[in-house]
């Protein structure tokens, strides 16, 4: 069975541009979460989707970051302009049930330039 | 305002020794503590976790140990081995109805097991 997958796995882009980060979750999970860790910082929390609607958007530091989850399957977060402080590794987590595990993608690395 | 802090940010251990990694925190609506282990280029993967009601969980080599009243839980590595070497990261879950489920990482601890 496939993993959480995410792609890029590495984006440069410079300050101003868009950048969009894809993840596909394990297949039949619906809850979908987004978290990302910058500067060697701890990882934190920015989403989590159940199905395609988002349950909990409060770690989103702000508007110019936009996750949509069309059709409760994959997910996108678009980060537009991309700032320097944006720089980081962007992780998708899946899980089936709450209660359940939550497996981890090997994240997507952007670096703002 | 960090909610589980982690200790020490890097950990030297020669092979054979024990690895210790202590976190901290503050909320006491956390209900679920779990270890991620994370290597390289990879994403971080469940380790090891522990719910309050018991203060002690081991599974192989690998032992959390837990401390209710003081707000405290840690991870044991026995018999360190270089395999080993990776960054360890304690998290904690928040319960009650309606709750994501999100976890709060703590900030890592670059594990490195000496040959």
């Known amino acids: 069975e496939a993993g959480v997958t995410q792609f890029p796995s590495h984006s440069v882009i410079e300050k101003g541009q868009t950048v969009t980060l894809r993840c596909d979750p394990i297949?039949?999970?619906?809850?979908l979460y987004w978290y990302r860790r910058v500067m060697g910082k701890e990882i934190k929390f920015l989403l989590h989707?159940?199905?395609?609607?988002?349950?909990?958007e409060s770690g989103m530091p702000n508007n110019r970051f936009l996750a949509e989850r069309t059709g409760g399957t994959y997910s996108t977060l678009k980060v537009q302009p991309a700032e320097l402080e944006d720089s980081g590794v962007y992780f998708c987590?899946?899980?089936?049930?709450?209660?359940?595990?939550?497996?981890f993608g090997e994240g997507s690395w952007l670096t703002v330039v | 305002q960090q909610q589980v802090k982690q200790s020490p940010q890097s950990l030297i251990v020669q092979k054979g020794g024990i690895s210790i990694i202590n976190c901290a925190y503050e909320?006491?609506?956390?209900?679920?503590f779990p270890w991620y282990q994370q290597f390289p280029g990879k994403g971080p993967a469940l380790l090891i976790a522990?719910?309050?009601?018991?203060s002690e969980k081991k599974e192989g080599r690998f032992t959390i140990s837990f401390n209710k009243s003081a707000k405290q839980f840690s991870l044991h590595i026995m018999d360190s081995q270089p395999g080993d070497s990776a960054t360890y990261f304690c998290?904690?879950?928040?319960?009650?109805?309606?709750?994501?489920?999100?976890?709060?990482f703590g900030s890592g601890t670059q594990l490195t097991v000496l040959p």
């Open positions: 987590a899946s899980t089936q049930n709450l209660e359940d595990t939550i497996y």
């Open positions: 297949s039949g999970h619906d809850n």
């Open positions: 989707f159940v199905k395609e609607s988002k349950q909990d």
């Open positions: 909320n006491t609506a956390f209900d679920y």
């Open positions: 522990i719910r309050p009601d018991v």
């Open positions: 998290a904690a879950q928040e319960g009650g109805s309606g709750s994501a489920r999100q976890l709060t």
